[in-house]
């Protein structure tokens, strides 16, 4: 009887055993990322300060205010413990620099797949030079006094009032801007784009190889010298005094606005384009 009641036990506990691995099998199949990391750091910078955020897998939301303080916070997610390890987080700061991305030591760990999920939200000052490249996931930007640079990003695009100049390149969705006051610049971009402008210097607007309509939206008079070519769409100049310069054959148009002065140069664009007075 006692033999008996030793194996009916051992098969209970086999079975349970394997109907643990077989669990936990099913939820990496199912790519469940149950490990979490949370990361939550303070500081203070300078106004002027440049902060550059790359290399996330995930969607990045940046919040903007007055004063000095700058809050991180930041939620990764895994299938498993060592994944952290390989793929360690960065956030480094002095008073005039924030850097904040995440570091992949696959090369010197070996060839294992990692993949780590992240949330990246951060609370900054207006007053900042922003760089942001390398997001596989959207990016959110409130109003920022700096300079804007974003590349490498595989997602959409929402930025506040910019009170400085604007590059985009390589941009994988649309991008939405709330105003400009200064250059605008972009490439690559596959989506729409949707801007207002308050002011050009005198480097104007570039913008080329854009997978969808440009709206461009312009505040008080503007002089400039309107050049597209090569797109496939219906050009639309809502603004005064517009005389076009030459024959347009569809997909070339050159027009001088007001009196001329700032370049908007625009190529290779797949879509409607709309310029119009605010």
Same mark, same amino acid.
């Given at each position: ?17 394997? @109907? !643990?691995?077989?669990?936990?099998? %099913? *939820?990496?199949? $199912? ?10 750091? /303070? ?5 002027? *300060? ?22 991180? &916070? ?5 299938? @498993? ?19 904040? %991305?995440?570091? =992949? ?14 949330? +990246? ?10 760089? +942001? ?12 006094? #700096?300079?804007?640079? *974003?590349?490498? !990003? ?8 910019? #009170? ?18 200064? &250059?605008?610049?972009? /490439?690559? +971009? ?10 050009? =210097? ?10 969808? $309509? ?17 797109? /496939? ?7 005064? @005094?517009?005389?076009?310069?030459? *024959? $347009?054959?569809?997909? @070339?148009? %050159? ?24």
């Amino acid at each position: 009887m006692k033999n008996f009641t030793s194996i009916l036990v051992g098969l209970i506990l086999m079975n349970l055993t394997s @109907n !643990i691995f077989q669990t936990n099998a %099913r *939820a990496t199949q $199912a790519g469940e990322f149950t490990e979490r990391e949370e990361i939550d750091r /303070s500081f203070t910078l300078s106004p002027g *300060a440049r902060v550059d955020v790359s290399s996330i897998s995930g969607p990045v939301e940046i919040r903007t205010s007055e004063g000095q303080t700058a809050e991180v &916070h930041i939620v990764r997610t895994a299938r @498993n413990r060592e994944d952290f390890l390989l793929r360690k987080f960065i956030v480094e700061h002095t008073p005039d620099n924030l850097i904040v %991305r995440s570091d =992949d030591e696959r090369d010197r760990r070996g060839n294992r797949q990692v993949q780590i999920r992240e949330r +990246v939200v951060l609370e900054l000052p207006r007053k900042i030079d922003l760089t +942001v490249k390398s997001i596989s996931g959207s990016v959110t930007v409130g109003n920022i006094g #700096g300079p804007v640079q *974003a590349s490498s !990003i595989s997602g959409p695009v929402t930025i506040g009032n910019v #009170g400085n100049a604007v590059k985009l390149s390589s941009i994988s969705g649309s991008v939405r801007l709330g105003s400009v006051n200064d &250059h605008l610049s972009a /490439s690559s +971009v596959s989506g729409s784009l949707s801007v207002t402008l308050t002011r050009l =210097d005198s480097r104007g607007i570039q913008l080329s190889s854009i997978s969808g $309509a440009v709206e461009l939206r312009f505040e008080g008079e503007l002089n400039a010298d309107f050049e597209v070519t090569n797109i /496939s769409g219906r050009v639309q100049l809502d603004v005064p @005094n517009v005389t076009f310069q030459g *024959a $347009a054959d569809g997909s @070339n148009v %050159r027009a001088r606005i007001g009196s001329g002065g700032s370049p908007i140069s625009m190529s290779s664009i797949s879509g409607n384009v709309r310029l119009e007075r605010r």
